[in-house]
């Protein structure tokens, strides 16, 4: 026992009565212990020893074949009322989920361990941070934690005699998934994930935590929590500013966030700084400027499709102390590979099920959703600020999503409310690449949907409200760097040139480069986005041009218009909590286009 808390008592007495393990086992954080835990679930095959040589302190874990993914039909948010949690969340009477979930978890964890992980999200003791206690019965969770968060006993120092702690309770059960339930109680800062085994159902500081239930504390305590990267530029004179930006899943988030500037940036002495890649909590602070900090403490990244090109800071944070989970594994040399690492697929390599693999079967060997748990201190771009208790400073919030014809390169909001409106409508759009044509549009505001823990109407109330707080706002502007041509060919390079769209975005936040106004918010001067030493063919033989950039920040007033009726029916799905402020910056952008 690391703590005389009475609610921590009390709360993990209740879950062992609850649970029945044969033993229960509080993790204090140390080396040694997380060490002989990492002997232990070697030796019941829980994981495997990578190559020590080539991959020091790297393991690999296998997940259930039924359980590989967030799920979202049976993730709840289980509010007193079916209008607090709102349309876009499935709802649950709390009452009925709690008598569920103990129905299913009850002396689940018969003949096995509980342990108890006490953990941070946020620097401990930061103004910034929140604390939760997650009991679980898998050491691979315990392993995961112990990377993605600051846990252990210093946690509970900084707890002390305080009943503020996030309860999470995790049991593998019989990871049947028909009784696979993640239930969050925003009200009662709970969250209980039954029936699986797969991180982002069981690690319960990130999204459970970090999105769901802080967002409703957010909301009542007056913060933010987003699902947001946080990246610094460092100009040749050693100015940093700070951008977060949010991303719908597949638009490129995680490479935006460790962005390489094109080679004449970093000669000229241009630097980018990764503070977080994946979530940001936003505070107002005393000077009146918001300040976001990563409430993590690791990178929880999508393996396939992650490689030197794509991204070679993420690739490097993972050569040590990383959990890779679902990936090709192969036994003779102890290491690990994945569909686009490189063009060298191991032979003789046991695929993500386990069963031997042939690369040439065209089946992937790797999961799709295959993962590494890596800590961020491992990534070369790490800022120094990263984990300044403070947070650091945003001068812009970009929103950011897939189109194929209708968002420009980059366009900023003509105010905070009309960034909220911006932000609100973000979309990505499937697209049949041979032909053009545009496909399913998927609204995802503030790429929030999937975890905002209450009404999304009262969620952009709380943007609104927040905007009003102070003059000294972050600007506000949305990203596409997805625009195709009729041959179905990305127009703009994307990766390390989107570098050259955050130099004109951090230009306006300063006053330092024009724009033309349009319908939908101001939109940049082609000029003053910089193609020095730009070398990209959007199709052979076809070098990207001044011509193409003006194409590519050209509004088509005719997509807006039918856009706007798509809003129109996705504000009428979330109900009557939309803000009549946004309904009202609907209007007057239509009106805008019409003329």
Same mark, same amino acid.
């Given at each position: ?337 994945? !569909? *686009? =690492?490189? #063009?060298?697929?191991?032979? @003789? ?5 386990? /069963? ?5 079967? +065209? ?107 102070? !003059? *000294? =706002?972050? #600007?506000?502007?949305?990203? @596409? ?5 009729? /041959? ?5 390079? +994307? ?101």
């Amino acid at each position: 026992m690391l703590t005389t808390n009475k609610s921590v008592l009390k709360f993990v007495d209740d879950a062992a009565k609850l649970m029945d393990p044969d033993q229960v086992v509080w993790i204090d954080g140390s080396e040694q212990q997380l060490e002989s835990l990492r002997q232990e679930a070697l030796s019941t095959g829980e994981i495997i020893k990578l190559n020590e040589e080539k991959l020091p302190n790297c393991y690999y874990h296998r997940t259930a074949v039924n359980d590989v993914a967030r799920v979202e039909a049976r993730t709840m948010i289980c509010a007193k009322t079916k209008e607090a949690a709102g349309n876009s969340n499935n709802w649950m009477e709390p009452s009925e989920a709690y008598k569920m979930a103990y129905d299913i978890m009850r002396n689940s964890m018969r003949g096995r361990t509980m342990y108890v992980i006490p953990f941070s999200m946020g620097t401990v003791g930061s103004p910034f941070s929140r604390i939760g206690i997650e009991v679980t019965d898998s050491i691979y969770v315990v392993l995961n934690m112990a990377i993605m968060t600051r846990a252990g006993q210093k946690v509970l120092d900084a707890l002390g005699d305080s009943d503020d702690f996030v309860r999470g309770l995790h049991g593998k059960c019989e990871l049947d998934e028909e009784k696979r339930y993640i239930l969050q109680f925003p009200e009662d800062d709970t969250i209980i994930s039954c029936n699986s085994g797969y991180g982002g159902n069981v690690l319960l500081g990130k999204k459970c935590f970090a999105l769901r239930i802080a967002s409703y504390q957010g909301k009542t305590q007056g913060w933010m929590a987003e699902h947001m990267l946080i990246l610094g530029i460092e100009d040749p004179q050693g100015n940093v500013r700070y951008v977060a930006a949010a991303f719908p899943s597949a638009c490129g988030k995680t490479n935006l966030a460790m962005l390489i500037p094109p080679e004449i940036y970093g000669k000229k002495g241009y630097k980018v700084w990764t503070v977080g890649d994946d979530i940001a909590w936003i505070r107002i602070g005393k000077d009146g400027r918001m300040y976001a900090v990563n409430p993590e403490a690791g990178f929880f990244g999508v393996a396939p499709g992650t490689n030197e090109k794509s991204n070679p800071n993420a690739l490097a944070a993972t050569r040590e102390g990383t959990i890779f989970t679902n990936v090709v594994y192969n036994p003779e040399e102890g290491t690990v590979w994945w !569909e *686009k =690492l490189d #063009k060298n697929p191991p032979k @003789n390599a046991l695929d993500w099920k386990g /069963n031997p693999w042939d690369p040439a079967s +065209g089946i992937p060997g790797a999961h799709p959703n295959s993962r590494f748990t890596s800590p961020a201190r491992n990534c070369p771009c790490i800022s120094p600020e990263w984990e300044n208790p403070n947070g650091v400073p945003l001068s812009a919030i970009v929103f950011g999503g897939r189109r194929a014809k209708t968002a420009p390169l980059v366009y900023q909001s003509r105010d905070w409310a009309h960034g909220v409106f911006v932000g609100s409508i973000m979309a990505s759009e499937t697209t049949a690449a041979a032909s053009g044509k545009v496909g399913v549009v998927r609204r995802d505001p503030m790429a929030m949907l999937p975890f905002c823990g209450y009404n999304m109407g009262d969620y952009f109330q709380h943007w609104l409200d927040m905007g009003k707080r102070t !003059e *000294k =706002l972050p #600007k506000i502007f949305n990203v @596409n760097w997805f625009r195709l041509d009729e /041959n179905g060919s990305f127009m703009w390079p +994307g990766y390390g040139d989107n570098f050259r769209v955050l130099q004109w975005i951090l230009a306006r936040c300063e006053d330092k480069a024009d724009a033309q106004e349009t319908p939908i918010g101001y939109v940049p001067y082609p000029e003053d986005i910089s193609l020095e030493d730009l070398d990209y063919e959007i199709e052979p033989g076809e070098k990207f041009t001044l011509d193409t950039l003006k194409e590519i920040l050209t509004v088509e007033n005719k997509y807006w218009l039918e856009d706007a009726e798509n809003i129109r029916q996705f504000y009428a799905k979330l109900g009557d909590h939309v803000p009549q402020e946004l309904t009202k910056e609907l209007d007057e952008m239509v009106k805008r286009l019409q003329k």
